[in-house]
Nanobody, 116 residues
């Protein structure tokens, strides 16, 4: 399986926004439920959001509901996570994967750091 490549992270002040992207070089995930996950320092990786293959259904962790929006462009084989009203507790490495996730698809993730 090909690792998924997340990008778009960075350093932002609290209240700011970032948009993450996820690509799958050489692989199509247009018929798969896709998700975003994150891992903060010293904590286990946790679910953030997922989106069904048809984009007709999304689901969010309570901690990000109303602030984050997951979307996908199947024609571009790309997954997105728009993050608004960021908080310091959103600081983590963000990963994309199928949902349920597959071990071999974990990539390096992208670091999001929110300063207070």
């Amino acid at each position: 399986q090909v690792q998924l490549v997340a990008s778009g992270g960075g350093l932002v002040q609290a209240g700011g926004s970032l948009r993450l992207s996820c690509a799958a070089p050489g692989r199509s995930f247009s018929t798969t439920t896709m998700g975003w996950f994150r891992q903060a320092p010293g904590k286990e990786r946790e679910f953030v959001a997922h989106i069904r293959w048809s984009a007709s259904s999304t689901y969010y962790a309570d901690s990000v509901k109303g602030r984050f929006t997951i979307s996908r462009d199947n024609a571009k084989n790309t997954l997105y996570l728009q993050m608004n009203s960021l908080k310091p507790e959103d600081t983590a490495v963000y990963y994309c994967n199928t949902d349920p996730p597959t071990t071999r698809s974990w990539g390096q993730g992208t670091q999001v750091t929110v300063s207070s």
